[in-house]
């Protein structure tokens, strides 16, 4: 069954610690990987995303994931943390040549300024 | 420009009743998706619009639940007989060409339904 597993449902840090949230999922076949993010108050947005090429991607404000094809995971890592990093962070997959998203559940994180 | 609109934003119902929500994708998308929200889940795929094709419905959860695209652009997901179960937050998305390899989702700001 296709499924994203995202370990942490929350995740609680100081400001200027470092940050890994992991993502596993499984599907069938060739995949596109997403993170998502919704801050406080607002819509859910694009935080990266993987399609080919070099399996380390960076997105904005910081944020950077790997893609592990071998371990089925796409976890997402920032050196230092801001307390402006508080918010929701969603994990999706879809299928290459598809448009079905399957997303994790979420993991909540709060930074302590 | 303007981004994805949903409305109502908040919605509260009695079980039984029948509820409309409404979505107005990005100006020149092609494709707006539907998702479920429940607390403490993920989103769950309910329904996928991509031009003048037939709609893909595989993730709806009963017969209940129906959506509908009129003109390729607004879209309105229709809960009948609702039940509590259905207490969630819907969230409505567009893109352009999915089939693009740059494409991305645009998130609304969901429309939060209770069932009492």
């Known amino acids: 069954a296709q499924s994203v597993s995202q370990h942490n449902h929350h995740v609680i840090l100081s400001e200027a610690a470092s940050l890994e949230l992991g993502c596993n999922y499984s599907?069938?076949?060739?995949?596109?990987l997403f993170w998502y993010v919704q801050y406080p108050g607002q819509h859910l947005q694009l935080l990266l995303k993987?399609?080919?090429?070099?399996?380390l991607v960076k997105g904005i404000k910081g944020f950077e994931a790997e893609f592990i094809k071998s371990k089925f995971s796409f976890n997402l890592r920032k050196p230092s943390v801001q307390w402006s990093d508080t918010a929701e962070y969603f994990c999706?997959?879809?299928?290459?040549?598809?448009?079905?998203?399957?997303f994790g559940a979420g993991t909540r994180l709060f930074v302590k300024a | 420009g303007a981004g994805v609109s949903q409305s109502p934003s908040n919605k509260v119902t009695e079980k039984g009743k029948d509820v409309e929500l409404r979505c107005d994708p990005i100006?020149?998308?092609?494709?707006l998706y539907w998702y479920r929200q429940s607390l403490g889940q993920g989103l769950e795929f309910l329904i996928y619009?991509?031009?003048?094709?037939?709609?893909?419905k595989s993730g709806l959860p009963s017969d209940r639940f129906s959506a509908e695209r009129t003109g390729g652009s607004v879209s309105t997901l229709t809960i009948q007989r609702t039940q509590q179960e259905d207490s969630a937050v819907y969230l409505c998305?567009?893109?352009?060409?999915?089939?693009?390899?740059?494409?991305?989702?645009?998130f609304g700001p969901g429309t939060r339904l209770l069932v009492l």
């Open positions: 998305a567009s893109s352009y060409e999915p089939r693009d390899i740059q494409e991305t989702q645009y």
């Open positions: 619009f991509q031009g003048n094709s037939a709609p893909d």
């Open positions: 100006s020149g998308h092609t494709a």
């Open positions: 999706a997959v879809r299928g290459t040549g598809g448009f079905k998203t399957i």
């Open positions: 993987y399609f080919s090429g070099d399996p």
């Open positions: 599907y069938g076949g060739t995949v596109n």
